[in-house]
């Protein structure tokens, strides 16, 4: 089944004069099946000032083929080989070979809307540097598509719209990774590729986050995002949703944790229980309530669980939500509400 029926038109390049190169990045590994429609879609871009570092990770299909023929249909296609395997070592090249003053990043099953590359350089350069923009996404797979892959294309673009991004960081990853432009100086400000760590699409958010870059989103869908089987974040081990889940605590404590509050974790379900497990690891004294009466008063990993009406005799605090049902997580932002409290300052969503 070809995506591309009845659902995109790719445009004749525009006549916008560009003043500022564009370096997309795009690690590949064994791609061959998306490949061709990625290259096409940037190369229908009406943004014209770009160029395009392909990272072959060393693939063992006809990666390497595909790319050559297209760096022959056009220069500003410059493939090259990883020497050292994995995705970062492929960004870090990418990015040591690019010459553009903006960079963006894609994936190689993807696809880019023709107007992509142009409606993200208006906006940020409206802005200027301390800035990143954004656009919508939409996810799409030749087979049925995941339900969990929908759940977070409507939530990301929602809070995109509504520009909760850094208020929702630690939901999960606010803003996708095919799908930012930042300037240059900033991406460097914020470490690049340089930490060795994954998911290192959700740690540059955190770091884009650290540094203060204040982000602006298109009201557009500007990238297709491919499910299918093979896909990354599916097979491979260091991608997994352990790994998402115990990058925020770290990160929590060190973007947003007041010590002189009160710190209240809600939630007694295995979510809880491993921040509660992770608080206790990095020394941090916490609070802990549910709104099961079977649990409180008891000790639990060295902390006395406490009936969830106690917040109302709080002082000063701040509470991370590890409850993770839709029904109780309204129940619970009504009661917040009711105590004035402010959603990324005073309480933190964290799934």
């Known amino acids: 089944m070809s995506f591309y029926t009845g659902t995109i038109t790719f445009m004749p390049p525009s006549t916008i004069q560009s003043t500022m190169r564009i370096s997309i990045l795009l690690p590949i590994f064994n791609e061959e099946r998306y490949l061709a429609e990625c290259l096409d879609s940037i190369l229908a871009q009406t943004y014209l000032d770009w160029e395009l570092l392909a990272i072959d990770d060393?693939?063992?299909?006809?990666?390497?083929?595909?790319?050559?023929a297209y760096q022959q249909r056009d220069a500003r296609i410059r493939p090259l080989r990883n020497p050292d395997k994995g995705v970062i070592p492929a960004l870090r090249l990418a990015l040591e070979q690019s010459t553009g003053a903006l960079i963006t990043r894609m994936d190689a099953d993807d696809i880019m809307a023709p107007q992509k590359l142009e409606r993200m350089y208006n906006l940020l350069v409206a802005h200027g540097p301390g800035h990143l923009s954004t656009g919508l996404v939409k996810y799409f797979s030749d087979a049925q598509l995941g339900e969990?892959?929908?759940?977070?294309?409507?939530?990301?673009?929602?809070?995109?719209?509504?520009?909760?991004?850094?208020?929702?960081?630690?939901?999960?990853?606010?803003?996708?990774?095919p799908c930012w432009l930042v300037y240059r100086e900033d991406l460097l400000q914020a470490g690049a590729f340089e930490p060795n760590i994954k998911p290192e699409d959700y740690d540059l958010i955190f770091r884009f986050r650290q540094i203060g870059l204040q982000p602006h989103t298109v009201p557009e869908v500007l990238l297709y995002w491919r499910d299918h089987e093979d896909r990354t974040t599916r097979?491979?081990?260091?991608?997994?949703?352990?790994?998402?889940?115990?990058?925020?605590?770290?990160?929590?404590?060190?973007?947003?944790?007041?010590?002189?509050?009160?710190?209240?974790?809600?939630?007694?379900?295995?979510?809880g229980k491993a921040f509660a497990t992770m608080l206790n690891e990095a020394k941090v004294k916490f609070r802990w309530i549910c709104d099961n009466p079977r649990k409180w008063g008891h000790q639990i990993y060295g902390v006395i669980m406490e009936e969830d009406s106690k917040l109302?005799?709080?002082?000063?605090?701040?509470?991370?939500i590890s409850v993770?049902?839709?029904?109780?997580?309204?129940?619970?932002?009504?009661?917040?509400?009711?105590?004035?409290?402010?959603?990324?300052?005073?309480?933190?969503?964290?799934c």
Request: net charge negative.
């Open 235 to 271: 097979m491979n081990e260091e991608y997994n949703i352990q790994k998402y889940f115990r990058m925020k605590l770290p990160w929590f404590l060190a973007l947003d944790h007041d010590p002189t509050r009160e710190l209240v974790l809600w939630g007694a379900g295995p979510r």
């Open 324 to 350: 993770s049902s839709p029904a109780d997580q309204i129940a619970i932002k009504s009661l917040l509400d009711e105590l004035g409290l402010r959603a990324g300052l005073d309480y933190f969503w964290f």
């Open 58 to 68: 060393q693939s063992t299909d006809s990666t390497p083929q595909i790319l050559a």
């Open 148 to 177: 969990g892959y929908a759940r977070y294309g409507e939530w990301i673009n929602q809070v995109n719209l509504e520009n909760r991004q850094w208020e929702e960081i630690y939901r999960d990853c606010p803003i996708p990774a």
């Open 312 to 320: 109302k005799e709080l002082g000063p605090m701040q509470i991370i």
